[in-house]
């Protein structure tokens, strides 16, 4: 009987789908099949989670890093592993029905002050189809007491199947500190972009500047480093997205280039740059730049890029804090395979509340976008709250070819404490997204002992994920 209302339930939602609105037919046949299931709940403090899918194993790769002590049982005078914070690089396979494979895999083992290491950061993957293979980049901190200083990338190799292809290697030394990396795969060249953020390697201010290299499928250095973006301001987040059909990349970043006041404190817009194949400059981009606008967005942050090859095109989504949004949204903007923006930005999201550190991904199958995000609509901060200080769950919704939301947003999941830092991979075999977050709702954690940044303080934290994906007819009980 449950079948047969199954079926009939099913038949519903495609007439639907065909005859009505397309967008309630996707309501009806795609489902959060799994939510809040562990990818890594030990007592010390998971971070900055990033997925990746396999297309040769039809299998995720879920990437990240932990901090915090070791243990807090030591004994007087042996509490080495209890008083420091030791920093750590991990990742899992999962099948993409979200059922774990195998044990979690340590890239970089727990090291701490002793081994002059302040932390290990913001890892980035990309997968590389033709050799079955994980090309990663993380952030080592090399000052025992200063985070903020001295932190270099490094680089490391991970087979489809788990195994570490060679230690992790830095990748360049640092004159001050080096961070935010992001890394991209170029199939034609068979080659990897990095990305990331330091200051005087090009120029003697306080200002940073994006650094790029090119490395071969081995990890070797074939170009770099070299400066991607006029040299004006300052440069955070980058993010890079390849377009196989023109051989190129599109690149965009944080950009603080107005006021005399330090980097920090000055209204920051998002920039962007196409690149060749060899990492030079095509045009540079003016994503959003509101500065002196009536309705200006004082902070507009963590971009995030997708390709879309039956238009050869991109979307750029970002943060938005413009006073037209209701509290804070997402918006976004089309970029042409030359670099042009295609019309003005747009609403991706704004519901109440702040929705912010979106990450957007193309569907080739269907011919649309998907974007998840964090989302505080049912947070009411505290009056002097700084912005960057939000309760939030995790959402997300299908976006149309041009961009804008196709259908209502999509509960991922929700549950107390902050869910943050949102990372998506979809799986065309098994119709379903991988949608991994952090979770701040994890009070068996043992008590933080640093370091951390002002804007990123160590904190009791978890890593979950959830499966988003097709409804399948005959599921079973």
Known sequence: MKKIKTYWHMMFCITVAVLIY?????????????????????????????VEYNSVDDE??????????????????DDYECINSFQSVHAQRYTSKGEPL?????????????D???????????YNELRNEYMMVFMVGQHPTKPTQDNVIFTARLSGDGIILGPPTMLHPTLYNASHPDVAFNSQNREYLIIYNDKYQFRDVEDFDNIGFILNEDGEIQ?????????????????VEYNLKDNTYLFAW??????????????DEIYGAMLDDGGNMLANISVVDDFGLANEGETQLMPSIAYNPHRNEFLVVWNDSRPSLDDGGIMGRIIKSDGTPKGADFVVVDGPGTQGAPKVTYVKERRKYFVVWQDSRDYTPPP??????????????????????????????????NQSMPSVAYSPKADSFFITWRDENADGDFTPVGPGAVMAPEVKADVRGA????ARLFQGK
């Open 22 to 50: 397309p967008s309630i037919g996707f309501s009806c046949y795609f489902k959060v099949l799994s939510s809040g299931f562990s990818i890594s709940t030990t007592q010390r403090h998971e971070w900055h989670p990033w």
């Open 60 to 77: 995720f790769m879920v990437f990240w890093n932990t901090s915090g002590k070791l243990r807090d049982d030591c004994a007087a005078g």
């Open 102 to 114: 195998d044990d979690a895999i340590t890239v970089s083992p727990a090291e701490g002050p002793n």
């Open 116 to 126: 002059s290491v302040s932390w290990k950061s913001m890892p980035r993957l990309v």
């Open 223 to 239: 170009k770099g480093p070299f400066m991607i973006g006029v040299p004006i301001g300052s440069k955070f987040a980058p993010y």
């Open 254 to 267: 944080e950009d603080w280039r107005y006021g005399d006041v330090p980097w920090y404190l000055r209204p």
């Open 384 to 417: 002097d709250a700084p912005e960057y200080e939000r309760i939030n769950d995790i959402y997300a919704q299908w976006l149309k070819p041009n961009g804008k939301a196709l259908g209502d947003d999509i509960l991922i999941y929700k549950a107390e404490g």
């Open 467 to 470: 499966i988003y994906g097709r």
